[in-house]
Nanobody, 128 residues
């Protein structure tokens, strides 16, 4: 079964940075898929954070992270990254990645409706 594995989370001080990784070692053609990052904060619904097209040409961010988070990918390594800078306590959540339909502006939130399988995610905790 093709799956993506999230890593890179941890405990970080406010103002700090983390880079999350989403790796599809056994994902046969990850280079042909758009990938999305999502998160679920304690007591809240899961929300979409960002996505990137297969060729990295298109990147989309939810308003709350634009300018603070940056998504990128290395298809040779079958990995998508989420660079998170100037983190705040409200960024505390479990972060997940998943393959999605083509990454398009205006559709980011809708991708969650079609994802039926989630990985374990990676915990990000921003706290002093």
């Amino acid at each position: 079964q093709e799956r993506l594995v999230e890593s890179g989370g941890g405990l970080v001080l406010p103002g700090g940075s983390l880079r999350l990784s989403c790796t599809g070692s056994d994902f046969r053609r990850m280079d042909l898929r758009s990938i999305g990052w999502f998160r679920q904060a304690p007591g809240k619904d899961r929300e979409a954070v960002s996505c990137i097209s297969d060729d990295s040409w298109t990147t989309v961010y939810t308003d709350s992270v634009r300018g603070r988070f940056s998504i990128s990918r290395d298809n040779a390594k079958k990995t998508v990254y989420l660079q998170m800078n100037n983190l705040k306590p409200e960024h505390t959540a479990v972060y997940y990645c998943a393959p999605i339909p083509p990454c398009l502006s205006g559709y980011l939130a809708s991708y969650m409706d079609i994802i039926d399988t989630w990985g374990q995610g990676t915990q990000v905790t921003v706290s002093s």
